[in-house]
């Protein structure tokens, strides 16, 4: 297939439903996590699930970067926004995410300077063009984002230009992956990789996933056949007994990654120790921070940080959410208190949160039309 629209045909939607449903075992059921929230929205707004049958459940994973970033690394950013000329830069999606303190949004209408950017290289031009100010880049994303991040730095340094850094917040998949299969809570039977993290990696570093747990995963593209065939494959795999990694996108994904990608991480970053992340608490080695060649562009050596951890409101339950235990219409608040327009978590102030799909397309309760199962 060479155009979108080739995935998204109805037709060919309604064959492969057809053949997940027959693959299914009687009276077994059978649940799926997919990691990115790119693949929650696909399936939410297409209404994947209605052509599913009823004992095939996705639930959603860890994999939105905006929403796992925990309150008190925002309340840092904004304490590093609040210093004298200081100009805070960032993604959109971090805007509104709240801290302790409120968001970016609340400090920037206190005075803050927080401009938000398209890339990295966005808020470097804003430091060229401002060399009497110190510029910030509030840098989040798996590593899908971290490349980019990285060969900023490396510009940056290649230009001289000193008055740009860098507070990192980059994280990795395969640990926060690691800790759900660890997590008591959740039983799955299959996961539904990520694209674009994907797209760096490649796919061999999810093979311990097949190997030590026994469950296997399909790395998936983001259009509706997409995930429908990875769903098909998923339910190949477990009919016929086997545990693997498959590469459904493999138009986009190759199987070892793209090693520049990952060559320029390893120069200018190193994994941290520890790392707080919202619902799953400190995971070792699952974040990085910049190497010591390059301190002088990261924020965290170069302003003095609070370092306060802050916990998520009680009525927020997006940790849960974040973990596949509660789908987001079972969260106390979801749609009530916390919508998009008032979020209370970052699971509904994320373009990639699995509230905010839910709520975006009407899913407020378990009821579903099942499209699989109609004459």
């Given at each position: 297939?060479?155009?979108?629209?080739?995935?998204?045909?109805?037709?060919?939607?309604?064959?492969?439903?057809?053949?997940?449903?027959?693959?299914?075992?009687?009276?077994?059921?059978?649940?799926?996590?997919?990691?990115?929230?790119?693949?929650?929205?696909?399936?939410?707004?297409?209404?994947?699930?209605?052509?599913?049958?009823?004992?095939?459940?996705?639930?959603h994973?860890?994999?939105?970067?905006?929403?796992?970033?925990?309150?008190?690394?925002?309340?840092?950013?904004?304490?590093?926004?609040?210093?004298?000329?200081?100009?805070?830069?960032s993604?959109?999606?971090?805007?509104?995410?709240?801290?302790?303190?409120?968001?970016?949004?609340?400090?920037k209408?206190?005075?803050?300077?927080?401009?938000?950017?398209?890339?990295?290289?966005?808020?470097l031009?804003?430091?060229?063009?401002?060399?009497?100010?110190?510029?910030?880049?509030?840098?989040?994303?798996?590593?899908?984002?971290?490349?980019?991040?990285?060969?900023?730095?490396?510009?940056?340094?290649?230009?001289?230009?000193?008055?740009?850094?860098?507070f990192?917040?980059?994280?990795?998949?395969?640990?926060?992956?690691?800790?759900?299969?660890?997590?008591?809570?959740?039983?799955?039977?299959?996961?539904?990789?990520?694209?674009?993290?994907?797209?760096?990696?490649?796919?061999?570093?999810?093979?311990f996933?097949?190997?030590?747990?026994?469950?296997?995963?399909?790395?998936?593209?983001?259009?509706?056949?997409?995930?429908?065939?990875?769903?098909?494959?998923l339910?190949?795999?477990?009919?016929?007994?086997?545990?693997?990694v498959?590469?459904?996108?493999?138009?986009?994904?190759?199987?070892?990654?793209?090693?520049t990608?990952?060559?320029?991480?390893?120069?200018?970053?190193?994994?941290?120790?520890?790392?707080?992340?919202?619902?799953?608490?400190?995971?070792?080695?699952?974040?990085?921070?910049?190497?010591?060649?390059?301190?002088?562009?990261?924020?965290?050596?170069?302003?003095?940080?609070?370092?306060?951890?802050?916990?998520?409101?009680?009525a927020?339950?997006?940790?849960?959410?974040?973990?596949?235990?509660?789908?987001?219409?079972?969260?106390?608040?979801?749609?009530?208190a916390?919508?998009?327009?008032?979020?209370?978590?970052t699971?509904?102030?994320?373009?990639?949160?699995?509230?905010?799909?839910?709520?975006?397309?009407?899913?407020?309760?378990?009821?579903r039309?099942?499209?699989?199962?109609?004459?």
């Amino acid at each position: 297939m060479r155009f979108v629209d080739e995935y998204r045909d109805a037709g060919k939607a309604r064959v492969l439903a057809a053949e997940i449903a027959s693959r299914c075992e009687p009276g077994r059921r059978y649940t799926f996590m997919e990691v990115c929230g790119g693949h929650t929205h696909t399936i939410y707004k297409h209404g994947l699930e209605d052509h599913l049958p009823e004992n095939v459940v996705l639930v959603h994973g860890p994999g939105c970067p905006v929403c796992v970033i925990p309150m008190g690394r925002v309340d840092d950013a904004i304490h590093i926004a609040a210093q004298p000329d200081v100009i805070m830069t960032s993604f959109g999606d971090m805007t509104r995410v709240p801290g302790g303190r409120g968001s970016f949004l609340d400090a920037k209408a206190a005075g803050a300077d927080i401009r938000m950017v398209y890339s990295p290289l966005d808020a470097l031009r804003i430091a060229q063009a401002n060399p009497d100010r110190r510029v910030v880049f509030m840098a989040i994303g798996f590593e899908t984002t971290a490349p980019s991040t990285a060969m900023t730095v490396l510009r940056a340094a290649a230009e001289g230009v000193c008055n740009f850094s860098v507070f990192c917040n980059h994280v990795m998949i395969i640990p926060a992956i690691k800790a759900i299969l660890d997590s008591p809570d959740l039983r799955l039977d299959g996961f539904i990789g990520p694209g674009h993290v994907s797209a760096v990696i490649g796919c061999e570093p999810y093979e311990f996933i097949a190997r030590d747990y026994g469950k296997p995963l399909v790395v998936a593209g983001f259009e509706p056949l997409d995930i429908l065939q990875s769903v098909h494959m998923l339910l190949g795999q477990l009919a016929s007994g086997r545990a693997e990694v498959a590469n459904q996108y493999a138009r986009v994904v190759p199987w070892k990654g793209n090693r520049t990608a990952m060559e320029a991480i390893a120069r200018v970053m190193r994994l941290r120790p520890h790392f707080e992340w919202r619902g799953l608490g400190f995971i070792s080695q699952s974040a990085l921070m910049l190497a010591d060649e390059y301190a002088a562009f990261d924020a965290e050596r170069i302003f003095e940080l609070p370092g306060v951890r802050v916990a998520d409101p009680k009525a927020c339950q997006c940790g849960e959410v974040l973990k596949g235990v509660l789908r987001p219409w079972e969260c106390k608040v979801f749609g009530t208190a916390c919508t998009p327009e008032t979020p209370i978590g970052t699971c509904m102030v994320s373009s990639e949160g699995a509230c905010a799909a839910y709520y975006n397309f009407g899913r407020f309760s378990r009821d579903r039309v099942r499209e699989a199962t109609r004459a």
